[in-house]
C-alpha cells in the first residue's frame, strides 16, 4: 500500500511538472502509474525465477503414473490407515514411507523422507509456490530418529499431481510430481468399481514359458464348461491356451474371426487358440452339434494372470540378512530390492522381462562388465565369488586397498582409478561404457552425484551391507551379489560354508571396547544394535559403553560420544580393539595415550590389552567368521597375539 502511495504522488507530481513547463506531450498520471507498476512487475518476476529451478539444475521428470491407471477418489476408498507407496518423479526426491489416512471426506499422507534437504514443500508448482507467502508452505517435522516428515493433502490416487520442494542447500523451490499407488493398498481398501478389476494384460507382458492357470467360461445356456486349470504357453510375447470342453460335440471354434479345428477325434473337444490378453472375457465363438444341425454359440473365456509368474516358494531364503530381498522371478530373471526401497530387475540375455515387473524398478540387463564399485567393503565379494574380472573402475586408490587381488589388477590396468566417490569422473565412466554403479550409503551425503550417474544411463545400486544388526547378516549379502553376477550356487555354498564354521562362546566375564579417537578428541563407537558389538557378544564377551539402546533406536550404527562420558563407560573394560578404518592404526599404547593422557588409567592399557583392527576387518566382510574366531581368542586367552585381522599393540 505504501508503495502505491508513493507510485500515485510521483505521477501527480510528474502531472504537475509537466503542465507547468507547458510540455506539448500529453502525460497522463495513469500513465506514469502504468509504467512504473511495469517496472515492479519485472523485479518481482525476475524476484520468482531466482527462487524457482530451471532445467539446467535437475535431471528431466520421470513419469509416476502407470499404465491403467486411474484417478481413484477418496470416495471409493475405506476409511483408515494405510501404508502406501508413492511414485516420485526425481531421484532427489525420494520417499522411503508413506501413510495415508482417510477420514471425514478426506485423504492426507504422512511422508517420511530419505534425507533432510528440503525445508518446504507447496502443492503446486514452483512458479506458484515463489509467488505465495511463507504461511501457505507445508514446513518439514523432525521425528525422533531425524527423519523429516511432509503431511500433504491428497485428492485423488493413481493420478499424478504437483508438489513443489525447497531445498535447503540451494535455497529454490523445485518441481516435483508425485502419485499415491491405490495397489498398494489391502484388497478391501478399494471398491470394485474403482480397482479396474479385469483390466486386459498383454501376453507380452509376461515371460515366455508353460504355465497353468484359472480359466472360466460364461455365455450359451450356462451348462457348458471348460477344464481349469488349462494349460498356457507363452513365447515370443504370444500366448496359446490349451482348452478342453465339457462335452465332445464341438467341432470347431472362432478367435476374432479365425477358425480352429477340433486337435482329437475322442472325448470332450479339445483346441489350441490365441489368447488375446488375461484378466479380461475374451469373447469367442463354438460350433456345436448337439443340436439338430450345427449352431455357433457365443462365449467369453476369462484368462486368470496370477497362474504366470515367478514362483515366490523359489525365492531365496535369507536367514539373518534384513536389508535386501531376491526374487526368482524366473531363471533368467531377477528382482532385487535394497533396503525395502530400491528395486532392481535383473534379467539376462534377450529373456522378455514383463512390463508390470519393471513399475517402480530400474532395469539391469547382463551387468557382468565394466562395473564401477565405489563401494570398497563391496569388492570383497566380486573377490570371493571370483568375478573381480567384471569391474573396471573405483573411487579407491591402489595403495588404499588391503586386497592383495586387487592391488594386482591395479598394476596390470584391469582396474583404475576414477576418482573420489563424490566426484568421479563422468566423462571416463560414459566411454568406458559403464553398465552399473554400486555405491554404499554415503553417497546420500552427495545425492547429485547419483542423480547425474542416473542421467547418464548408468544405474546406480546403494548397498546397505553395512546396516545389517547381525554379523552374518553382512556375510550374507554375497548372495545378493551372486544373483546380481550370476552365481548364485556359488555364492550359497560359500554361505553356507562359512556359518558351519560358527560357534557361538559362552559367556565369559570380560568387557570389550571397540572403538577410534577423531581428530577432535571424541570417541567413536559401535551401538549396540550393531554387527561388531554383536560379535562381540558372540564371541563370549560384553560389549561397552551399552547405552540400553534397543535395536529400533540403531538407525545408525555409530556414534560420537565426549571422551568424558566414554571414560565413564569404558575405564574399566578388559579389553580395548581400536578401529584403524576411518584415521589408521595405532602400534603402541603411548600413540592411545597421546590421544588422551586419561588412557593411561585405563584397565586394558595398564594389563596390556590393548588390540587394533587391520584394514582388512573393513575391506573383508567375507572373512566375518575368521574376525570373531579372532575377538573370541583374544577374549580368552590374555596373550594371545591377534591373527589376520586384528594384531596386539605393543
Not at 471398491?191 to 509376461?206: C, H, L, N, Q, R
Amino acid at each position: 500500500m505504501l508503495k502505491k502511495f508513493r507510485i500515485i504522488a510521483a505521477g501527480l507530481a510528474l502531472s504537475v511538472m509537466f503542465a507547468a513547463c507547458g510540455a506539448k506531450e500529453e502525460v497522463t498520471t495513469t500513465e506514469v502509474i502504468e509504467e512504473t507498476s511495469k517496472e515492479e512487475v519485472s523485479e518481482t518476476e525476475a524476484s520468482k525465477d531466482d527462487k524457482v529451478a530451471d532445467q539446467s539444475d535437475t535431471v528431466e521428470a520421470g513419469d509416476v503414473t502407470e499404465e491403467g491407471m486411474t484417478p481413484i477418489g477418496v470416495s471409493d476408498i475405506k476409511e483408515g490407515t494405510y501404508q502406501v507407496e508413492v511414485n516420485s518423479s526425481s531421484s532427489m526426491f525420494k520417499i522411503t514411507a508413506c501413510t495415508l489416512t482417510v477420514a471425514d471426506g478426506k485423504m492426507t499422507a504422512d511422508m517420511t523422507m530419505s534425507g533432510t534437504g528440503y525445508l518446504y514443500l507447496f502443492m503446486g508448482t514452483g512458479e506458484e509456490a515463489a509467488a505465495k507467502s511463507e504461511d501457505s508452505y507445508i514446513p518439514f517435522v523432525e521425528d525422533e530418529s531425524g527423519a523429516y516428515h511432509f503431511t500433504i493433502p491428497v485428492e485423488s490416487l493413481d493420478s499424478a499431481f504437483d508438489c513443489a520442494a525447497f531445498s535447503k542447500k540451494k535455497e529454490k523451490w523445485y518441481d516435483r510430481k508425485l502419485c499415491v499407488k491405490s495397489s498398494s493398498l489391502p484388497v478391501d481398501a478399494v471398491s470394485a468399481e474403482a480397482k479396474g478389476e479385469g483390466d486386459k494384460k498383454e501376453a507380452s507382458s509376461f515371460p515366455d514359458g508353460d504355465y497353468t492357470v484359472e480359466v472360466s467360461l460364461e455365455g450359451g445356456s450356462g451348462k457348458a464348461s471348460v477344464t481349469s486349470p488349462c494349460k498356457v504357453t507363452i513365447k515370443d510375447g504370444k500366448a496359446t491356451a490349451f482348452i478342453e470342453w465339457s462335452s465332445p460335440n464341438y467341432d470347431y471354434m472362432l478367435v476374432n474371426d479365425v477358425k480352429y479345428e477340433q486337435t482329437n477325434t475322442e472325448g470332450n473337444s479339445t483346441f489350441e487358440i490365441p489368447v488375446d490378453a488375461f484378466d479380461y472375457k475374451m469373447p469367442v465363438v463354438a460350433d456345436t452339434t448337439a443340436m439338430s444341425k450345427p449352431h455357433e454359440i457365443e462365449y467369453t473365456l476369462y484368462f486368470d494372470s496370477k497362474g504366470i509368474g515367478g514362483d515366490t516358494s523359489k525365492n531365496t531364503e535369507l536367514k539373518y540378512a534384513t536389508q535386501f530381498s531376491i526374487e526368482n522371478y524366473s531363471e533368467d530373471i531377477k528382482v532385487l530390492t535394497v533396503a525395502d526401497t530400491d528395486k532392481f530387475v535383473i534379467a539376462r540375455g534377450d529373456s522378455n522381462v514383463p512390463s508390470d515387473l519393471l513399475v517402480g524398478a530400474t532395469l539391469i540387463r547382463d551387468p557382468e562388465k565394466n562395473i564401477y564399485v565405489a563401494s570398497s567393503s563391496s569388492m570383497d565379494y566380486f573377490r570371493e565369488l571370483k568375478k573381480l574380472d567384471t569391474v573396471t573402475m573405483t573411487s579407491t586408490k591402489r595403495e588404499d586397498w588391503s586386497l592383495t587381488d586387487v592391488q594386482d589388477l591395479f598394476a596390470s590396468g584391469a582396474i583404475s582409478y576414477i576418482g573420489k566417490y563424490s566426484a568421479p569422473d563422468y566423462e571416463k565412466l560414459v566411454k568406458d561404457g559403464t553398465s552399473l554403479a554400486i555405491e554404499n550409503t554415503m553417497i546420500y551425503h552427495n545425492p547429485e552425484v547419483k542423480e547425474k550417474l542416473e542421467e547418464l544411463g548408468i544405474p546406480v545400486i546403494v548397498e546397505h551391507s553395512s546396516y545389517e544388526k547381525h554379523p552374518l547378516g553382512r556375510l550374507e549379502w554375497i548372495k545378493f551379489y551372486g544373483a546380481l553376477l550370476g552365481c548364485e550356487k556359488e555364492a550359497d555354498a560359500f554361505f553356507e560354508e562359512q556359518v558351519g564354521k560358527i560357534t557361538e562362546k559362552e559367556k565369559i566375564s570380560k568387557k570389550v571396547a571397540y572403538f577410534y579417537i577423531t581428530p577432535k578428541g571424541v570417541a567413536n563407537v559401535r551401538k549396540p544394535g550393531d554387527y561388531i558389538a554383536k560379535l562381540v557378544e558372540m564371541a563370549g564377551g560384553d560389549y561397552v559403553p551399552d547405552m540400553g539402546e534397543t535395536e529400533e533406536d540403531n538407525a545408525l550404527s555409530t556414534m560420537n560420544m565426549q571422551f568424558e562420558d566414554f571414560y565413564k563407560n569404558v575405564v574399566d573394560a578388559d579389553i580395548l580393539i581400536y578401529n584403524s578404518t576411518i584415521y589408521g592404526g595405532i602400534k603402541d599404547t603411548s600413540e592411545l595415550i597421546e590421544k588422551n593422557k586419561l588412557f593411561a588409567g585405563f584397565k586394558a592399557v595398564k594389563e596390556k590389552r590393548v588390540y587394533c583392527t587391520d584394514l582388512d576387518v573393513f575391506q573383508r566382510p567375507t572373512g566375518i567368521c575368521e574376525l570373531l574366531k579372532e575377538i573370541s581368542d583374544i577374549i580368552e586367552d590374555e596373550k594371545n597375539e591377534g591373527g589376520e585381522y586384528i594384531y596386539r599393540v605393543k
